[in-house]
């Protein structure tokens, strides 16, 4: 029997994305982003994210198909992300997701949005041995998960209780006066600067934090240690040594993801870890990530950073799984939720 042959489209925030994918073979991945739009009001605007879908979504589309070299009436299925993201953007995704698989009659499946995290890396490494952990890091969710099954056996151990490790990034490049998105920017400022010039707190790791939250992650207390310093150094009249506060953050961030990453997999006795979400591209999380779970004796599975960011392949990968385990395609009905939880994988 011949591997699925899956569209995916993905509009969850500021990317409209549509990827092809055969079995795990990536055919096309073709990505418009709005970001540019955003970066003058420091953030992403949900109506110009939503607009900006629109406008990219057929030529998109189109690129995708001319990449991938195939005819739609060829699919197997249209996959779409369902949630979680933005209302409006994901409105868009679904509306198009619809109208395609009305059109050829084929099934539709509404997907999660963070479950597509994990299995995109089935296009780069192959199949993943089961079980294993994933830490998703991205703008606006970090969560520890254990997986039995991308496709219907998700486990959310452990999540961010305040701001996601993103966030922070975003809200830490604010304060130093650095660009939006403050991912790039803080993780290019840091390779200029020393990790151990200022002790920042990793949150949520005091015993009394353990016990309640072993697995949960904690970012707005190190966000306001930041301020606090950088306040401190404003007033006596000092210059911020803005490489080495970027630095000093970014290990902190970076500790705690993994230390608790690194607990999960012995808690549970897992001997294989992936990395996912547009956090996981960040240089110095992707590499002390490796050294400790090399010293812990677990294979470590870390996509490209082009994958890693918001795309359709993704989307397309996770139908495929959908689709191998036999689940039923979802119904033309079905609506955008916003919140949905990692462990509904299909809508």
């Known amino acids: 029997?011949?591997?699925?042959?899956?569209?995916?489209?993905e509009?969850?925030?500021?990317?409209t994305g549509v990827g092809i994918v055969r079995g795990n073979e990536l055919l096309a991945n073709e990505v418009a982003s709005s970001m540019e739009q955003h970066i003058r009001f420091g953030g992403v605007v949900p109506e110009v994210a939503s607009?900006?879908?629109?406008?990219?979504?057929?030529?998109?589309?189109e690129a995708a198909t001319s990449k991938a070299g195939i005819d739609l009436s060829e699919l197997d299925g249209i996959a779409v992300t369902a949630g979680p993201g933005l209302m409006g953007a994901l409105v868009v995704g679904l509306s198009a997701a619809k109208?395609?698989?009305?059109?050829?009659?084929?099934?539709?499946?509404?997907?999660?949005?963070?479950?597509?995290?994990?299995?995109?890396?089935?296009?780069?490494?192959?199949?993943?041995?089961?079980?294993?952990?994933?830490?998703?890091?991205?703008?606006?969710?970090?969560?520890?998960?254990?997986?039995?099954?991308i496709a219907d056996g998700i486990t959310e151990v452990g999540s961010t209780i305040d701001d996601a490790a993103g966030e922070a990034y975003d809200k830490v490049a604010r304060l130093l006066g650095l660009p939006y998105p403050g991912g790039p920017v803080i993780d290019k400022a840091a390779a200029r600067g020393n990790p151990a010039a200022i002790r920042f707190p990793r949150g949520?790791?005091?015993?009394?934090?353990?016990?309640?939250?072993?697995?949960?992650?904690?970012?707005?207390?190190?966000?306001?240690?930041?301020?606090?310093?950088?306040?401190?150094?404003?007033?006596?009249g000092r210059e911020v040594p803005v490489d080495d506060v970027a630095a000093s953050f970014q290990e902190a961030v970076a500790d705690v993801l993994t230390a608790k990453a690194v607990d999960l997999c012995r808690e549970y006795g897992l001997e294989h870890f992936l990395i996912g979400g547009g956090v996981a591209a960040n240089s110095r999380l992707?590499?002390?990530?490796?050294?400790?779970?090399?010293?812990?004796?677990?294979?470590?599975?870390?996509?490209?950073?082009?994958?890693?960011?918001?795309?359709?392949?993704?989307?397309?990968?996770?139908?495929?799984?959908?689709?191998?385990?036999?689940?039923?395609?979802?119904?033309?009905?079905?609506?955008?939720?916003s919140g949905l939880p990692v462990t509904t994988v299909l809508v």
């Open 1 to 9: 029997m011949s591997e699925p042959l899956i569209l995916g489209i």
């Open 11 to 15: 509009s969850s925030c500021d990317e």
């Open 51 to 61: 607009r900006a879908h629109l406008e990219a979504m057929v030529p998109v589309l």
């Open 99 to 149: 109208a395609l698989a009305s059109w050829l009659g084929k099934p539709l499946y509404g997907v999660n949005h963070l479950a597509g995290h994990v299995a995109v890396d089935l296009l780069e490494h192959g199949d993943l041995p089961m079980p294993c952990g994933a830490l998703l890091v991205s703008g606006g969710h970090t969560s520890l998960l254990k997986v039995t099954s």
């Open 204 to 236: 949520l790791t005091a015993r009394h934090d353990m016990a309640k939250h072993r697995f949960d992650y904690s970012f707005s207390g190190l966000k306001t240690a930041v301020s606090r310093w950088v306040e401190t150094e404003q007033q006596a």
């Open 286 to 337: 992707r590499t002390l990530l490796a050294e400790r779970m090399e010293a812990a004796g677990v294979e470590l599975r870390r996509p490209r950073p082009g994958l890693c960011t918001d795309n359709g392949a993704m989307i397309a990968a996770l139908g495929v799984q959908v689709v191998k385990a036999g689940l039923r395609p979802s119904s033309m009905d079905i609506g955008a939720d």
